[in-house]
């Protein structure tokens, strides 16, 4: 068993976000040539169509554009975050290795890694669905509009100024071809780095209970007086490597989510403007409906799940405090004290280190839009 299960352990491999393979250096430059060629083309067509008449087309162009420039800019944050990386898979590995032999503490992270693995799954599935439908949109447009009876008046799924006349049949569906390729690999890389912030999130907040069942079974009745240095002085270790691990989460992903809020928003009212103005035209509602609910899921989970550690950290020091810490000697006593006292202080995800994300934040921010 294991927190990181194999869908999105082959997704960081093939992303190159996987620390210290030889593999990694290939797929990195893999990524930097494809994103870097296809963003010039996205960014050209924003550019040069500027001034078009049919608005909502632009929109979806810089939507499109804006959502690959953010897979972009998660890739270079987490490959220059490959050690904090390292040492997060590292902290995990050595906490299976620990446990492994507990009845209950194997039984919580097992929890964890089933929950981890449904929560990946439905992230993954969410996203490819999302691409499937939207690409399938463009198709359906395609086919019901005449005015695009000839190749290089269609749409094409990705808007790009290509430096060459889409003329026949043959290279427009070899152009639809590579552009679905590369929509599928970027809602993939999207949905893997989602999922990874949910599962190193979920991980740390199983050692969080773990570290709650022993604060409860150390300090009550049937205890007392048992209670040794090593029992403290484990829950005190336990305790600062999660504060550990719940930093380097937060070091690793807090300018990615400020970057994801700022996208995510001005994403989301592309794709609102497109829907509000296309409601008599059901295939653009197909392609961008299921982008527009994907967008706003991804800034729900990453607010969610910050919220959800905040809780956690704080049920350490309530744990603790409704324990029988006061029955047994001082020296035991002080040291509880301390924790609770540190408990206070709640661990948490933060956009850029400027604010918590929290519920209230993802509410917020929708309520403006």
Partial sequence: MTTLNRLVRIGLHVYGIWPYVPSTVIFRLYWIMMLSMAQVFQYRYVVVNIHMDDFSQYMDGVSSAMASSLLYIKLVILWSHQRIFFDLLQMMSADWQDYILNRYNSRVMADTANLARRASRWIVGMQVASVSLYSVGVLASNTNNPERSEPYARELILKMELPFNISTNSIYTAVQSVQFYHLFLVGGGISIINSLLVILILHVCGQIDILREWLTKAFSKDTIGATDEIT??????KHQKIIAFAENIE????????????????????LGFIIVTS????????????????????????????EYLSAKSKMIGNAAYDSLWYDFPAKESRIVLFLIIRSQKRLTITSGKMMDLSLYRFTSVRFIL
């Avoid at 403290?232 to 270790?237: L, Q, T, V, W």
């Avoid at 070091?251 to 592309?270: F, G, V």
């Avoid at 653009?284 to 967008?295: E, N």
């Fill in 232 to 237: 403290i002085r484990s829950m005190i270790i």
């Fill in 251 to 270: 070091n690793m992903y807090t300018y990615i989510a400020l970057m994801m809020l700022l996208s995510d928003t001005i994403i989301i009212c592309c």
């Fill in 279 to 306: 409601l008599d035209a059901p295939a653009v509602i197909v392609k961008s409906l299921l982008f527009y609910i994907t967008m706003n899921l991804e800034a729900f989970i990453y607010c969610f799940f910050g």
